[in-house]
Structures are given as C-alpha cells and as structure tokens.
T-cell receptor, first 112, second 112 residues
Framework: NAGVTQTPKFQVLKTGQSMTLQCAQD?????MYWYRQDPGMGLRLIYY???????DKGEVPNGYNVSRLNKREFSLRLESAAPSQTSVYFC???????????FGPGTRLTVL | GEDVEQSLFLSVREGDSSVINCTYT??????LYWYKQEPGAGLQLLTY?????DMKQDQRLTVLLNKKDKHLSLRIADTQTGDSAIYFC????????????FGRGTSLIVHP
C-alpha cells in the first residue's frame, strides 16, 4: 500500500516548456487534489476532483490543466511554464470531500 | 484577508510545552484540522476537531476550540526535537465544498 505517489520528484523547465505532473493513489479514494506550496504562503488549491469524471477549479487555477484519468490517477499539466510557477506541488487524496487528506511527497519544480 | 491565520514561527526548549495558535473567519466551519509537515515531505494529519467540540486530547496533543473567538490552538506537551516541523491549521466549511483551507503554517523549532 504505497498511499499517494507523485512523479517526478524534481524537475527543471525552461520558460515556455510544457510538462505533466503525475499522481496516483491506491486507497480507493473518491477525491483528489493538487496544491502548490510557496514559502510563507501555505498551501493553495489549484484544482480538485471530487469524484471520478469531475474536476473543479481551486484558488489558483490559471496556467494549469488537470485530468482525472481514472479513480486512481489525477494529473496536472503546465502547458507553457512560467517562472511564477516555480513551486513545490503536492497531490492529495481523501475518501470524500471533508475527510482526512493524504498527501504525496511533492514535486519540486523550477522554471528558469 | 486570509481565511485562516497563524503566526509563522515558534521556538521552544526541549521538554517544554508548545502552543500553536490559529484563527479562522468562517463561523460555519465544520471540521478544523492540524497537519504536520516534516522537512522534504508532504503533510500528515495530526488531529482534527469537530466544530461542536471544545477540546480534544490525544496523547501529547491537546486541541482547544473557542468558537466565539474563532480561535483554535494545538498544545504539544513535553516537546521533543522530533516535533520540529511546520504545523498547518485548516478548516473545512460547507461553503467551501468541505475542501480544507490551509493557513500559512507555523514553523516549530525545538532546541536543546
């Protein structure tokens, strides 16, 4: 039982490049989330998926897209990376909204 | 302004008690959480309290909730160096679709 896994762990991009961050959970959770964490800013919600087949915008969705591929997987795509997207990205899952969230180890992204 | 506010830093001596404070603005909060983040890792749920409770105790952890003042605190008894981490307060509300809103986190430093 791996919990929530994220790939890659580290990534360096040039401005304008695209990439997809992968997230998978093996706990049969309905809800999945993407957050970004910046120094002194706490966690800010980018997108979430309350259940398979649905996605909704969070607090800071601009510049990102998501796909809930199936119940296990929820990916985050940066179509044209910008330096302002340099951050640590966390994926989380929960049985449903309002329940304890389980977090992955994070992806540290630097955009030059 | 922020929905959930915390002080950014707390320094304590090993063996002392630590008290981390949090204020929130939404009176319809249903759950209030404390998460812990160790260096280089994702967040882990420490404890939570329902909004109809005043206090919850779990081993060295005591959570106090003052609904009138919208104030939440986490007390760690006999603080150890292994407690050094960032502690996040979070609330979930029906208006926020029960998705937690996180504070900026309090860095707890425990020194000998």
């Amino acid at each position: 039982n791996a919990g929530v896994t994220q790939t890659p762990k580290f990534q360096v991009l040039k401005t304008g490049q695209s990439m997809t961050l992968q997230c998978a959970q093996d706990m049969n959770h309905n809800s999945m989330y993407w957050y970004r964490q910046d120094p002194g800013m706490g966690l800010r919600l980018i997108y979430y998926s309350a259940s398979e087949g649905t996605t909704d915008k969070g607090e800071v969705p601009n510049g990102y897209n998501v796909s809930r591929l199936n119940k296990r997987e929820f990916s985050l795509r940066l179509e044209s990376a910008a330096p302002s997207q340099t951050s640590v990205y966390f994926c989380a899952s929960s049985p449903d909204r309002g329940y304890e969230q389980f977090f992955g180890p994070g992806t540290r992204l630097t955009v030059l | 302004g922020e929905d959930v506010e915390q002080s950014l830093f707390l320094s304590v001596r090993e063996g002392d008690s630590s008290v981390i404070n949090c204020t929130y603005t939404d009176s319809s909060s249903t759950y209030l959480y404390w998460y812990k983040q160790e260096p280089g890792a994702g967040l882990q749920l420490l404890t939570y309290i329902f909004s109809n409770m005043d206090m919850k105790q779990d081993q060295r952890l005591t959570v106090l909730l003052n609904k009138k003042d919208k104030h939440l605190s986490l007390r760690i008894a006999d603080t150890q160096t292994g407690d050094s981490a960032i502690y996040f307060c979070a609330e979930s509300t029906s208006g926020g679709s029960y998705i937690p809103t996180f504070g900026r986190g309090t860095s707890l430093i425990v020194h000998p």
